[in-house]
């Protein structure tokens, strides 16, 4: 009799600990789904966004999760005028936006905007021909910039000897999920795309192959 009694209570204890173990597992894939449903909105992003201009992966590399996101762009203008601009914004208050514009500016004179005046800002730069990028190093600064030679249509007299160029910039605004090389190289491929979509939006008179992507940068400390 007391074996049975102890058969019965090993069988009601391993029963017990079924359901337990079954009612944590349960509760785990149930917090699971509520915090992926709750900070899904960089999924919900399309595949490709700003004209093709912007994945939805390179959004994921440097944005934190959040409930929600939204993206958009818009243009204005044409040939000299012309200006392109992209966006993500979410719900934590963390943004990645960026633009393109067709200006007459002096790759010297790119350069030196960047660099600043007074105290000089650190900056890494990649190139490939007369395309040509870079990214500030400062810990405060999340930005890149893209350069690339242009000659808009329509230009007369002293307009049209001076060095026009496409000139993209992308920024982060709020704590960044990825830092160092990383945000910066993800920074400068958003720029670069940026670019070659203005390039053909302004109809610059020199047809261009872009190469795929620009060099990648290197660790600089």
């Known amino acids: 009799m007391e074996k049975s009694q102890m058969s019965r209570n090993r069988l009601a204890s391993r029963q017990n600990a079924k359901v337990i173990l079954l009612f944590f597992v349960t509760l785990g894939l149930f917090c699971g789904a509520g915090w992926l449903f709750l900070n899904k909105g960089l999924y919900l992003l399309p595949d490709k966004m700003c004209e093709g201009t912007l994945e939805r992966d390179m959004v994921k590399q440097v944005l934190p999760r959040a409930q929600s996101a939204d993206s958009g762009s818009d243009s204005t203008g044409t040939g000299d005028n012309l200006n392109f601009w992209c966006h993500v914004t979410t719900s934590n208050d963390v943004s990645l936006s960026g633009e393109a514009r067709v200006q007459p500016s002096s790759r010297e004179e790119w350069l030196e905007y960047y660099r600043g005046s007074g105290v000089r800002h650190r900056i890494i730069r990649v190139s490939t021909g007369d395309i040509e990028a870079l990214a500030q190093v400062d810990p405060s600064a999340d930005t890149s910039s893209v350069y690339v030679p242009c000659a808009p249509p329509g230009l007369l007299g002293h307009d049209a000897s001076q060095p026009y160029a496409v000139i993209a910039e992308t920024r982060i605004y709020g704590r960044a999920k990825a830092e160092g090389v990383p945000l910066r ?37």
């Open 185 to 221: 190289q993800t920074l400068t491929d958003f720029a670069y795309q940026l670019t070659k979509h203005a390039y053909k939006l302004a109809e610059c008179k020199a047809p261009r192959d872009f190469p795929k992507e620009l060099p990648r940068y290197k660790d600089h400390r």
